[in-house]
């Protein structure tokens, strides 16, 4: 009696909420659904292309702020220090509006939505890089330093031949979750006008008023994208691992 109760609720609730249901919006068999799916699809382009730009930098300013913060110097630790905490600090939506509307006055030149997007994008998670690359670097063995001093080799050299190759192995998972995150933040652009995938829903929902079919939508394009990256990190992860073994 119970179970049929609430099987009847269920489908007093199912058929309440599909007669509010709009799914024509993104119907791909109708002319007007297909090209609400082209116009949402479209900003698949720019959340790529921000999100990679983004990484690229992030890991290369990473790289340059970690480096200091394994200096015996204090001063230099001081600066790696310094800067990961006020990074880390600020939210990445405020420094998004902060680059975009603020930086402007202070340089006194414009800066395009995309590359604003990629300067916040990239400053905040440079962060959180340097970290990645501070821990896998002071988990080499000590003994790969006084190997490669055996041998002659400077500084630069140590790090560019013996030491980095294998820490970035090391890291490697984190540096593909930091390319997850990336792709997920980079709908926070949509605020300043950045034409991604997250923008262009923003944008169908105020035409069509279905938030609902839209923003669905929007949530299956990420975890698409997301899935697919994931499992190309992993291929490559599994691939080092296997170089590494022979």
Not at 114 to 135: C, K, M, T, Y
Not at 141 to 148: N, P, R, T
Request: aromatic content about 10%; proline content about 3%.
């Amino acid at each position: 009696m119970n179970k049929a109760i609430l099987l009847a609720l269920v489908t007093l609730i199912l058929s309440g909420c599909t007669d509010k249901w709009g799914w024509y919006v993104v119907d791909p068999s109708t002319k007007s659904g297909l090209l609400n799916l082209k116009f949402l699809i479209s900003g698949l382009y720019y959340t790529i292309l921000l999100s990679l730009t983004a990484i690229i930098i992030s890991v290369v300013v990473g790289l340059l702020v970690a480096l200091p913060g394994l200096s015996a110097n204090k001063y230099l630790r001081a600066f790696n220090r310094t800067y990961v905490e006020l990074v880390r600090a600020v939210p990445i939506l405020v420094l998004i509006l902060w680059v975009y509307y603020g930086l402007p006055q202070l340089s006194g030149v414009a800066i395009p939505v995309f590359w604003a997007g990629v300067i916040a994008l990239a400053l905040s998670d440079s962060a959180f890089q340097a970290e990645i690359f501070r821990a896998g670097i002071q988990s080499i063995d000590k003994g790969q330093y006084e190997a490669s001093h055996t041998v002659s080799l400077n500084y630069t050299d140590t790090m560019r031949f013996i030491i980095l190759p294998q820490a970035i192995r090391r890291i490697l998972p984190a540096l593909g979750n930091q390319l997850v995150y990336m792709l997920k933040m980079s709908s926070l652009v949509s605020v300043i006008g950045m034409q991604e995938l997250t923008r262009k829903a923003d944008e169908l929902v105020v035409t069509e008023y279905r938030p609902l079919e839209i923003y669905t939508v929007l949530l299956l394009e990420y975890l698409a994208l997301i899935l697919v990256v994931s499992y190309f990190v992993r291929m490559f992860e599994k691939r080092m691992r296997t170089d590494e073994r022979n």
